[in-house]
């Protein structure tokens, strides 16, 4: 089986991912401060990890005695997950140098499937300056408006730099919506009292399984060169039509296409053609 490190398997979306893979063959090993939740499945190895101290993910990554010799694939998943739970210089020293610590061990240790999580956030969230145009896609530079996000765009760049250096390199960036599990599903027809509550994001979400599906798509690939893909689910958290949405919200923005009644606002068509992305799960 070919071997994949998932960095902050133990989070909402790393569980996921980590139980997909595993799912479909891969040897998965997690780098994370915690365990994931008992019974760890068959398949998955977890190691201890500080990610933010080079030295110990340079020398998990090249292998652990008796548990594991080689790495042929990295999902970077870990970081501080989202604006505001840490100060500003914090989330910028955390997750820099955590993503450029796992991507240099992998790199040095010959991996060249890179897939990690970049966000939503880099389209210009909270959106309090409208979006140029909805659906939005990649196809707009990005527009940070926070550390937490700032730091994503840096990563993207990085990824662009680094297979420009290394031809045989494959990078890929997904820019995940407001990760949501089954069990966030509940709270979501509350949101029609008040559009404004879920304005941030276009009234968008991915359910985590779906993340998932979208990292094995996207470690399956087969390309060179850094790419980065919108992956939200197919509709929005909202039972109120988009016009009504964006003409409340947003009154002006240029809306392109037809966007359905309850279709994403947050473009995947790019994942779909690329990838082979279509979400499976959903809240209705």
Not at 259 to 280: M, N, Q, W, Y
Request: aromatic fraction near 8%.
């Amino acid at each position: 089986m070919a071997r994949v490190v998932v960095t902050g398997g133990a989070g909402k979306l790393g569980r996921a991912v980590v139980a997909d893979l595993a799912a479909h063959g891969w040897d998965v090993v997690v780098f994370d401060r915690v365990a994931p939740p008992q019974p760890v499945r068959e398949g998955v190895t977890f190691v201890p990890m500080d990610l933010t101290d080079y030295a110990q993910v340079l020398d998990a990554v090249l292998g652990v005695e008796e548990r594991y010799e080689r790495v042929d694939a990295l999902v970077h998943l870990a970081a501080i997950p989202a604006p505001g739970l840490a100060g500003d210089h914090a989330t910028f020293a955390n997750n820099m140098s955590v993503s450029h610590n796992v991507v240099s061990a992998a790199r040095r240790a010959g991996v060249k499937n890179i897939v990690w999580a970049s966000s939503e956030t880099v389209l210009g969230l909270p959106f309090d300056t409208p979006p140029p145009y909805v659906p939005v896609d990649e196809e707009y530079t990005p527009r940070p408006e926070s550390t937490y996000s700032l730091v994503k765009t840096l990563e993207e760049e990085m990824a662009r730099q680094l297979c420009r250096r290394d031809p045989q390199l494959k990078m890929i960036g997904l820019r995940f919506s407001n990760v949501m599990e089954p069990a966030d599903y509940g709270e979501f027809p509350s949101y029609d009292a008040d559009p404004a509550l879920r304005r941030w994001n276009l009234w968008g979400y991915i359910d985590a399984r779906d993340g998932a599906q979208a990292v094995r798509r996207a470690l399956a690939h087969e390309a060179t060169g850094a790419d980065v893909f919108i992956i939200a689910n197919a509709d929005t958290v909202m039972s109120r039509p988009n016009r009504e949405l964006l003409a409340q919200e947003f009154p002006g923005v240029e809306v392109r296409g037809e966007p359905g009644e309850h279709d994403t606002l947050l473009s995947i068509e790019k994942a779909r053609r690329v990838l082979g992305f279509e979400p499976e799960h959903g809240w209705r």
